[in-house]
């Protein structure tokens, strides 16, 4: 079994920033699988935010393109979430994932609130 430790969540004003991390309690948990965030607002579908994958590279969708940064720091066994230039519309609960192997592993999710 694997946990995960979400951190950094928090409120912040629009145009602010927060780091969001991910951490594994399993050893080497990281760098096997490929890494995304999701985030979900009251009401709406969990939407994929970056992915990142077991070589580095990186994908987001227009909504967070320029905005957001995906790492992976495997010594540490951690992902983060670089978030820049925040909205309103940024606001949700923000949940990292894992995949690959026939896997699917979710953390906690951690609430990123930004006041307009």
């Known amino acids: 079994q694997v946990q995960f430790v979400e951190s950094g969540g928090g409120l912040v004003q629009s145009g602010g920033s927060l780091s969001l991390s991910c951490a594994a309690s399993r050893p080497s948990f990281i760098s096997r699988y490929t890494g995304d965030w999701y985030r979900q607002a009251p009401g709406k579908e969990r939407e994929l935010v970056a992915t990142i994958d077991t070589r580095g590279g990186t994908n987001y969708p227009d909504s967070t393109k320029g905005r957001f940064a995906i790492s992976r720091d495997n010594a540490k066994n951690t992902i983060r979430l670089q978030m820049n230039s925040l909205k309103p519309e940024d606001t949700a609960v923000y949940y990292c994932?894992?995949?690959?192997?026939?896997?699917?592993?979710w953390g906690q999710g951690t609430q990123v609130t930004v006041s307009a």
């Open positions: 994932h894992f995949w690959g192997f026939g896997d699917d592993y």
